[in-house]
Nanobody, 128 residues
Framework: QMQLIESGGGLVQAGGSLRLSCAAS????????MGWFRQAPGKERDFVAA????????RYADSVRGRFTISRDNAEKTLYLQMYSLKPEDTAVYFC?????????????????????WGQGTQVTVSS
């Protein structure tokens, strides 16, 4: 089992920044690829970013590329999502997810069932 707990969400004005964290416990964090997803009310859970076990490979959704940065600290068992230039359309509940082994192939990065463990989510609200 792996437990994931997100934090760092909140209310921010458009153009502002937030840094989300995802603390992992239970299993060897460095054995897992990690991802961030988000879900707005009434919408599906969408892929945001992913990172491989070492942090050497990252992937981003087109909507956030250049504004968001995913990173990880394996010693601290923590995943991060640094978000800049936030827009109202970034408003959603943000979830971190863990996948045993390698990142999924590109066309399956955004498929929630590719990930084994999920956190409970943290709300991000961007006001205009």
């Amino acid at each position: 089992q792996m437990q994931l707990i997100e934090s760092g969400g909140g209310l921010v004005q458009a153009g502002g920044s937030l840094r989300l964290s995802c603390a992992a416990s239970g299993r060897t964090f460095s054995s897992y690829a990690m991802g961030w997803f988000r879900q707005a009310p009434g919408k599906e859970r969408d892929f945001v970013a992913a990172i491989n076990w070492s942090g050497g490979t990252t992937r981003y959704a087109d909507s956030v590329r250049g504004r968001f940065t995913i990173s990880r600290d394996n010693a601290e068992k923590t995943l991060y999502l640094q978000m800049y230039s936030l827009k109202p359309e970034d408003t959603a509940v943000y979830f971190c997810a863990a996948r045993a082994g390698a990142l999924p192939e590109s066309r399956r990065l955004g498929v929630p069932s590719e990930y084994n463990y999920w956190g409970q989510g943290t709300q991000v609200t961007v006001s205009s």
